[in-house]
């Protein structure tokens, strides 16, 4: 029973007076998941996160870990004796719920927390945690990056818990307040709007900003560094922020001067932008992707500054993270086996709007896919079933069966139920799922809805099947044979 453990662990704290002993007698702490399929111990079950309230205090070097207090806002669904928060990298200090302490103790990657009163179904519960959060580390791992000037963060899939404790799965979502206490030289930028800015004394300045709209653990972004910040407008007076180095500030103008229109496109597309703000987020770094993080998406610099890459194409890739905005932030995977939805979608609008502003047909570029589908599903499995990432290398799971394979299966409904049909079912998914989460089966249902008829054997061969289908309209298109699953 654990009343009787709490009795013998305040025995042994009172002969010890040590908090390591405090994590150390806990009985069998257990790491927990909400049964992802991908992620089994991601996220954990009892409890609903409401809202987020991270400070952090960065001492000007990105090699030291940051001081950090995390303050957690959830309702319990159930009655919790324990809690448990997903949470590695870090140092805890001190875990407080409700105003008491609580006892506290690291399994796996959980920090598994004691409160002194149990916690009732329905309850409130407030959780406060004092610790470090550590950039040091493999940036493969993901959490944060260490950039030529400081740091920002790239937590997806499953990496926030690297630099706050959370309930870090796209599930559950909530709201975010972020206050970054920073030396005054330097920039401090995070997800949704600025609220204040204060400086304290001669030496450092604090920085507050908050979300409006609720959001995935893995969307969260807070960025550090010698940046200037860019302010325009969008489309209805959509405030745009862009931060970028301050050295390449005029270089970089070209870029950044094109969110506006690129806005105008995906909403012509999509429906009514989703967010309170946008912009784009130019790290020094080399990281080998880009991320949709929300509100701020994170981009490479060399993406904008290495000439190798035509300007159609760093066009097209701005607009996969602006789709991500609308398809994975506002309308996010219930499990990350519907990851297709949001890479696939990404994919299909970063074609189109490469056909219709440069000529590069999404016709030609699907028939390309089409070639490497049944190798792709192969390597990675099906679009909305796909194989677990590598162990040890969780990124592994942004294979190109969930990027140009899905947006094939996207390019066969458009094939199948007509392009009228097909915008419809785009704009009614991202209106009526706004700022929740959703599931392959709850797409595919509106999709028959719109379409008027069953399409649940197309889905089924297109998102579920090893071999890819036969092309709607196209009886020439072919793949290759594949080959055994490549390395992973």
Known sequence: MLLSSRRRLRAALLAAASATLVAAALPSPTPLGIGDPLFPHLGNPGYDVVSYDIALTYNGTNTTPLDAVTRIDAVATQRLDRINLDFTHGTVSEVVVNGLPAEFATAGEDLVVEPAVA?????????????????????????????????????????AHRVFPSNDHPADKAYFTFRITAPSELTAVANGLAESKHRNGTTTTTW?????????????????????????????????????????????????????????????????????????????????????????????????????????????????????????????????????????????????????????TVESRMREAYKHSDQWRTDGGPPAAPKPPAPGKKISLFRPVVYDGSALALYALRQTIGKEAFEQLERTWVSEHRDGTATTADFTALASEIAGRDLSVFFREWLYGQRTPAMPGHPDWRTTAPKQAAAR
């Open 119 to 159: 916690l009732q179904r329905g309850s409130q519960v407030r959780i406060t945690v004092a610790h470090t959060s550590d950039p040091r580390g493999a940036a493969s791992a993901g959490g944060w990056v260490r950039t030529g000037d400081g740091l920002a963060m790239a937590n997806q899939a499953d990496a």
């Open 208 to 360: 507050s900003y908050r979300t409006t709209h609720p959001m995935a653990t893995e969307l969260a972004q807070v960025s550090i560094g010698s940046s200037a910040v860019v302010d325009r407008q969008g489309p209805g007076g959509l405030p745009v922020r862009d931060v970028v180095p301050a050295k390449d500030r005029d270089r970089l103008e070209k870029w950044l001067a094109k969110t506006p229109g690129q806005l105008e496109w995906m909403e012509e597309k999509a429906g009514p932008y989703p967010f309170e703000t946008y912009g784009v987020l130019v790290a020094d770094a080399d990281t080998g992707y880009e991320l949709e993080t929300q509100t701020l998406s994170l981009f490479e610099r060399s993406l904008f500054t290495n000439p190798a890459y035509p300007e159609w194409y760093v066009d097209s890739i701005m607009v996969h993270e602006l789709a991500h905005q609308w398809f994975g932030n506002s309308v996010s995977p219930r499990t990350w086996s519907d990851l297709w939805l949001n890479e696939g979608h990404a994919t299909w609008y970063e074609a189109l709007y490469a056909e219709e502003k440069s000529g590069h």
